[in-house]
């Protein structure tokens, strides 16, 4: 069934939004990045064609997470024979989680995306290159004429930074309400 415009761009803009949230869930499912970028691509297919039937009253991402663990229930039945394979109801409770988490993040987003434009230098530079550009970290130590370890160290203080800032702005938000 072919989709109009309109919902064609929700889907994608939904998608986008939500898709490092279901590759999280279906890693800790399967705890093999292959297998979960499989399952990934399965469910981002049943996502695209049963878009027609999600309900846009409800979160996106609590549909999607539903979608993820039906995918992973059948992925689970191919599996049966490894041992390793989570139970039914501890897939449903990590949906459920990863629902919640994603909805915490999501209000905190505003605040991140703020504190990221405030970083200068060459911290902000190397973070730009880690996270925007996902370059390889020996590669960033190449460029910035640095070690490894320099770069992590300065990738942890500028996370550190910026979890004080968001928690800050949260902080601040809070007492103008």
């Not at 988490?101 to 902000?124: H, M, T, V, W």
């Not at 300065?154 to 004080?164: I, N, P």
Request: glycine content about 4%.
């Amino acid at each position: 069934m072919a989709m109009n415009e309109t919902a064609h761009r929700s889907f994608i803009r939904n998608f986008v939004e939500t898709e490092d949230r279901i590759r999280g869930y279906l890693l800790a499912i399967c705890g093999d990045a292959n297998s979960a970028e499989d399952l990934f691509q399965e469910v981002s297919c049943v996502l695209w064609e049963k878009f027609a039937a999600y309900d846009q009253s409800r979160p996106f991402i609590a549909w999607a997470l539903g979608v993820a663990r039906l995918e992973c229930l059948k992925w689970r039945e191919k599996q049966a024979k490894r041992k390793e394979i989570l139970s039914p109801d501890v897939i449903a409770l990590m949906a459920e989680d990863a629902a919640e988490e994603y909805a915490s993040a999501n209000d905190k987003l505003p605040a991140l995306r703020k504190c990221i434009k405030s970083l200068k230098g060459q911290a902000a530079e190397i973070f730009r290159a880690r996270y925007e550009e996902n370059e390889a970290i020996g590669k960033i130590a190449d460029r910035f004429d640095r070690s490894t370890g320099a770069v992590q160290m300065v990738l942890q203080r500028t996370r550190d930074g910026l979890r004080r800032c968001v928690e800050k702005n949260l902080k601040l938000g809070e007492n103008v309400k």
